[in-house]
């Protein structure tokens, strides 16, 4: 039985301005507060929209919630409008940073390359890097989603990463804002296999979390947080909500 507390991380995505956000990040910290004691089981991050970090930040101060980014630039300062660095994020208190989530890579067209390179400037920063991959639909329908998820790996995983610095985030695409979810035995089957290629690879390859996402609810919760190698979940719509965002976390075994 591994010792090493399940990551549950809400993913706020473009959601949420102050009024609404603030309420969120409020009521998860009173949730947190109010445990007699820091929980043994889990730890709880929340990664809202770029506009609330500071201000969810102050929120959450004391609770023991994590703040992280959903985005980085991998250069350390520079001209880059819009974007934001490692260095901006660490500075405001994120000690995490969410890099190469499918939504950034369809919408902005970003490569397993470029996944790695914001991945190490996160790592450089002192901050660990939850890095996703995930196939698409029609690579499962065709067989192909080891390769798939292999090579995103092989590419998106920077050198110097380890178990203290990354995390990996298997998201099926078709699995997230959907409702639908992966089979238990699918998520079982690809953490295994993500398990092995992070060993063959990494001397504490073992030791690496790596959290599921894909429309996980209260009601799936329990399940998909039982599983051997299931280290965590990633969640969108659900963290949205602070009843349903704790339940989830409640549901840690
Ligand atoms: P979802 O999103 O929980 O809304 O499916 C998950 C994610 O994209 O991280």
Redesign the pocket.
């Known amino acids: 039985m591994s010792v090493v507390k399940k990551l549950i991380a809400g ?1 706020w ?1 473009m959601n949420c301005c102050r009024e609404d956000g603030l309420e969120l990040a409020g009521d998860l910290a009173a949730k947190m507060n109010a445990l007699d004691s820091e929980p043994e089981n889990f730890e709880m991050l929340i990664c809202p929209p770029a506009t609330l970090l500071w201000l969810a930040g102050q929120e959450i101060a004391k609770s023991g919630i994590h703040l992280g980014g959903q985005d980085c630039h991998f250069a350390e300062s520079g001209a880059h409008t819009g974007d934001l660095s490692c260095r901006m994020l660490s500075d405001i208190g994120c000690s995490h940073v969410i890099v190469g ?3 950034r890579r369809s919408d902005h067209n970003e490569s397993d390359s470029l996944v790695a390179e914001k991945a190490a400037a996160a790592m450089q920063s002192g901050m660990t890097a939850i890095i996703c991959v995930g196939e698409q639909e029609a690579d499962r329908d065709e067989g192909r989603e080891n390769t798939v998820v292999g090579s995103q790996l092989s590419a998106s995983i920077p050198n110097g990463a380890n178990a203290e610095n990354m995390v990996i985030a298997y ?1 099926p695409v078709w ?4 409702g639908k979810t992966a089979t238990v035995d699918d998520v079982r089957a690809m953490h295994a296999f993500i398990r092995e290629t992070l060993s063959a690879r990494l001397a504490d390859g073992g030791k690496i979390r790596i959290l599921y ?4 609810k209260p009601a799936n919760a329990e399940e998909i947080l039982g599983l051997d190698d299931v280290g965590g979940v ?5 963290s949205l909500k602070a009843d349903d965002f704790w339940a989830i976390a409640q549901a840690t075994p």
């Open positions: 993913n995505k989530h499918s939504e998201e699995a997230i804002g959907t996402g894909g429309s996980v990633l969640v969108g719509g659900a």
